[in-house]
């Protein structure tokens, strides 16, 4: 049996994983990365695109040809490193750091503005936002239905009245760029867009989707390839809309909140000043929205995942496990929680990047086993590198490496190891190998 989507639940999915994606660090990054660009906000915005809009495209498509996730795509390494990279990385975007910021941010931006100076509540909020997140991801098969036929169309409606004000208004003139804005814009933009998480959320979501397409009665691996490609088209286009509408207001109304910590807080000055009362309501209902689509998602991916791992405990003990987990983590100070998570990130990104390109080229590939585990390894030590250099650790000996100082020096050898297992695959007899 394989069941054909209707034209509503095509829509349904593709509006599913956008708010799925469209969560915490794709509200709070882009406006102040808009103010610290300035008149480079171009170049800055395109490199944002690139790792928040595009390796998300490119995740998505590389789940779908491999038909799975992780463990799918390192198929031909032994199973522990499939594992290992797995769970480094669902604990990352899970009860570590990007779901608990879901509830950090809607916090900080939907409710503590209605509320006097150390109003507290923190504790009690985050407990109520994980309860309502983890109810609705114990009926999985339920969240094309709740997420992306209800909540996400209400929530696009209003992503749409904020930037509709924001390209109509009377924006002020773009200021200088700040900082390594003004060294490589387009490198910041880049290095920028792993703050979303976005690239390591592809796969995990891509996961999630097939799973939900198999409840749905889609079980042809060519139907689950072309419904993803249409969920990642249409969940890509709606993140750039909306990424591109947020920079312009962090470059054009960013001095109402000059001094800002974070891009919240812009874009709390920015409706206050524009709509008032009645705006700093509908900003309320929009971030609660999109941050609890994205901890749906987040608590779903991550249990399904888990629970994979261990017969003892099911998806709705994770589900559980996870949520409580969140809790815990996002009653941290905001600020705080970017800064420790910055640097994990920096690491982690070239070897998801590096699994995304290889899965994506591995048909080209001579001696694909080899060759993932070289791009794997080499991806993971300058990963490493960059890390520990943005944790404060003084790398100046190795500020010869090409894109050393703009955070990418993993970019190059990754790229040439790829490119020559390609050119081996293309002028050598195909391996007895498969990826």
């Known amino acids: ?117 150390d109003g507290g509540g923190q504790l009690f909020y985050s407990v109520l936002f994980f309860s309502i997140a983890m109810l609705l991801a114990l009926f999985p098969g339920k969240l094309m239905d709740s997420v992306g036929k209800i909540l996400t169309p209400v929530l696009i409606l209003l992503l749409g009245v904020l930037a509709v004000s924001v390209f109509s208004g009377d924006a002020a003139d773009w200021g200088t760029a700040a900082g390594k804005y003004a060294e490589g814009a387009y490198a910041e933009g880049f290095v920028e867009g792993y703050n979303t998480m976005d690239a390591l959320a592809s796969i995990m979501f891509g996961m999630l989707i097939i799973d939900l397409l198999k409840k749905k009665g889609v079980t042809t691996a060519a139907a689950q390839y072309r419904y993803l490609v249409i969920a990642a088209v249409i969940a890509a286009a709606g993140l750039a809309f909306v990424y591109i509408s947020l920079f312009m207001l962090g470059a054009g109304y960013g001095s109402l909140a000059a001094d800002a910590a974070n891009g919240g807080q812009i874009l709390t000055a920015y409706v206050e000043s524009r709509f008032g009362m009645p705006g700093m309501l509908v900003l309320a209902a929009v971030i609660t929205l999109a941050c609890l689509t994205t901890a749906v998602g987040l608590l779903s991916a991550c249990s399904d995942y888990f629970s994979s791992l261990t017969k003892s405990l099911s998806y709705s003990h994770f589900v559980m496990i996870n949520s409580v987990a969140c809790v815990a983590v996002a009653n941290l100070d905001l600020s705080q929680l970017i800064s420790l998570s910055i640097p994990l990130l920096v690491a982690v990104y070239p070897i998801a990047i590096a699994l995304i390109l290889f899965s994506l080229a591995s048909g080209l590939m001579a001696r694909p086993r080899l060759a993932l585990t070289v791009v794997l390894l080499v991806s993971a030590a300058f990963g490493l590198l960059e890390g520990l250099k943005v944790a404060g650790l003084s790398l100046q000996t190795l500020a010869f490496l090409p894109l050393f100082d703009t955070g990418m020096a993993w970019v190059l050898p990754t790229l040439s190891v790829l490119l020559l297992f390609a050119l081996l695959g293309r002028f050598s007899p195909k391996s007895a190998e498969t990826a």
């Open 1 to 117: 049996m394989n069941t054909r989507l209707n034209n509503a639940d095509i829509f349904g999915l593709g509006f599913m994983t956008f708010a799925f994606f469209l969560g915490a660090g794709n509200i709070i990054f882009p406006p102040l990365a808009g103010l610290l660009a300035g008149d480079q906000v171009i170049p800055a915005m395109a490199g944002f695109l690139t790792t928040a809009v595009g390796l998300p495209l490119l995740g998505l498509f590389a789940v779908a040809k491999a038909g799975g996730g992780i463990p799918t795509m390192t198929r031909v390494l032994p199973g522990w490193i499939g594992a290992l990279i797995a769970v480094s990385i669902f604990i990352i975007i899970g009860p570590l750091i990007a779901a608990p910021r879901t509830a950090l941010v809607a916090f900080e931006l939907g409710v503590q503005p209605f509320m006097a100076p």
